[in-house]
């Protein structure tokens, strides 16, 4: 049996190569588990180097023709699989919720934001301008336009299983790429769910390609030292980005590197406190904070701190523990069991340490990777809880006197993605939001993502940026022709 769930009744389960589905060349298979209930769901073709090889192939065969069609064409098929996805939002929420534990709201949440990558992109693929000079000396033309980069390799995380992936294959498909996608080990379902309807909305065969894999480091590099791959687009830890890097560095192999997060929530004494703690709430919890933009480290300012502290620790109480797939359930599992041990640790670290914990703070015992909502304040900021990504439903509140101060230690991190401040005085957010090292700030917002705008990080949350029209830079090369009329 390669599923066991009726969610999953009709998802394939082998690699999608060339337009056809195919076992692994070595017949190799791997497990998926839902995190609620620890039980094995499906088990997933794993692809070797050969089947990964084979996949560039149907994605450099596929790659003229598909670059050859009319950006019209291109953007009107990626309109039809935002239609599709929208109509088919309620299965596939339910297959990103079995595979990797969120709430049914989360993952709701999730497939619009996913599918919105294709409509933004539909419209984007007729927005590759160019540019027409007069070369100031020479007196020559100068004529810009942009050309598909070729066959990108796209590699993507857990947490948002279909939302990092359309981020890529939006953008890549309306540039005139052809891709090859690496889908997270812990939740390759969703987007071998996504491929019959990519394959209904028009996408000819090859232009997208899914390879899970179990052998993650050496497929990736086996297809970086192919030629024909152009461009890599990571999302992922910094740790794993730093080892793409320099695999790519061999072809010189363009990046994108979506990385790491640390996001510091600055609460100024000025601000609306229930404002404050409703941004912080989503901030903090969308997808129980397995979120690279979460708000990880807390800096509220003293006249307002135990309000907001008492208030945050009563929202996060509040939540609904469970598996996601019950309605009513806001806070799921974690993916895994090596996350909700991280987790567990960090809070352990910060109590040692002499934080305090107003909610939460011990793993529930039992079946299922659960943590509860939690919030603690005077945590020290040396503890681990602060200098590293917590990646879990983890509030941890730090209390802060000048402005000066609270940029220093917002900007004290190696990171530099999302950063959020809430305060009355705008003039004040923008003038912190321009000192703040970071790619997204949320000024009296706890929401940064939008496929309409440029997502990425700083430092070594990483290069480049998803979505906008910057998203669709990272998948085109720049040509310039020098005429002599
Ligand atoms: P990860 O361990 O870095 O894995 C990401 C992807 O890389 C997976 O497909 C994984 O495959 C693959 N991979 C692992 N080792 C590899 C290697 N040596 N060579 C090539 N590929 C390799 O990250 P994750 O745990 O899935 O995701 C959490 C991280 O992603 C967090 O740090 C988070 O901040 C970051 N993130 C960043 C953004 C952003 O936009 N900046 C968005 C979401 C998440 P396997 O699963 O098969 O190991």
């Not at 993952?107 to 419209?123: D, I, K, P, S």
């Not at 601000?271 to 703690?277: E, P």
Request: charged residues 20%; proline residues 5%.
């Amino acid at each position: 049996m390669t599923v066991q769930h009726d969610i999953l009744a009709g998802v394939p389960t082998d690699l999608w190569i060339g337009g056809a589905w195919r076992t692994a060349s070595d017949a190799a298979r791997f497990d998926v588990e839902d995190p609620a209930t620890q039980k094995t769901v499906a088990t997933v073709a794993s692809a070797t180097v050969a089947d990964c090889l084979a996949a560039v192939d149907a994605a450099s065969e596929a790659f003229k023709p598909w670059a050859a069609l009319t950006p019209r064409a291109r953007g009107e098929i990626l309109r039809r699989a935002y239609e599709l996805m929208v109509q088919e939002g309620e299965r596939l929420a339910r297959i990103i919720t079995l595979e990797n534990g969120k709430s049914l709201v989360d993952a709701r949440g999730e497939v619009a934001y996913a599918a919105e990558f294709f409509r933004w992109n539909a419209e984007e693929a007729v927005r590759s301008n160019g540019q027409y000079s007069h070369a100031p000396a020479s007196g020559a033309r100068i004529l810009v336009s942009h050309k598909p980069a070729g066959v990108a390799l796209l590699i993507t995380p857990w947490n948002f299983p279909a939302a990092m992936a359309t981020r890529k294959i939006g953008p890549a498909l309306a540039a005139g790429c052809t891709v090859v996608l690496k889908p997270a080990s812990a939740t390759p379902l969703t987007m071998l769910a996504l491929m019959p309807i990519l394959e209904k909305a028009g996408v000819p065969a090859g232009v997208v390609n899914v390879v899970p894999s179990r052998a993650s480091g050496a497929v990736v590099d086996a297809m970086l030292a192919d030629m024909r791959v152009r461009v890599v687009s990571f999302t992922g830890s910094t740790e794993v980005g730093r080892d793409i890097l320099k695999s790519a560095a061999h072809n010189v192999v363009r990046p994108a590197m979506e990385l790491g997060g640390n996001a510091p929530f600055i609460v100024f004494d000025d601000a609306d406190v229930d404002a404050a703690v409703e941004g912080a709430m989503i901030a903090k919890m969308r997808n129980m904070g397995e979120a690279c933009t979460a708000a990880n480290r807390f800096y509220v300012q003293s006249k307002v701190h135990d309000e907001f502290a008492a208030k945050m620790a009563a929202r996060m109480a509040a939540l609904k523990v469970g598996n996601g797939l019950d309605e009513g359930v806001t806070v799921g599992p974690l993916v895994n069991a090596s996350t909700l041990k991280k987790v567990a640790s960090l809070v352990d670290d910060a109590v040692s340490r002499g934080a305090t914990v107003l909610t939460g703070g011990r793993a529930s015992e039992g079946i299922g990777y659960f943590y509860p909502p939690t919030v603690l304040t005077n945590v020290p900021a040396n503890s681990a809880v602060v200098t590293e990504e917590i990646f879990g439903p983890v509030a941890a509140i730090q209390k802060f006197t000048s402005e000066d101060e609270v940029v220093s230690q917002a900007n004290s991190s190696e990171f530099g993605l999302a950063s959020y401040i809430y305060t009355r005085d705008i003039g004040k957010g923008l003038r912190v939001a321009e000192q703040l090292e970071a790619g997204m700030v949320g000024l009296n917002r706890g929401l940064v993502s939008d496929p309409a705008a440029p997502f990425g990080g700083v430092k070594q949350s990483g290069l480049g940026r998803e979505g906008g029209h910057e998203g669709l830079l990272e998948f085109l090369e720049t040509q310039y022709v020098s005429v002599n009329w």
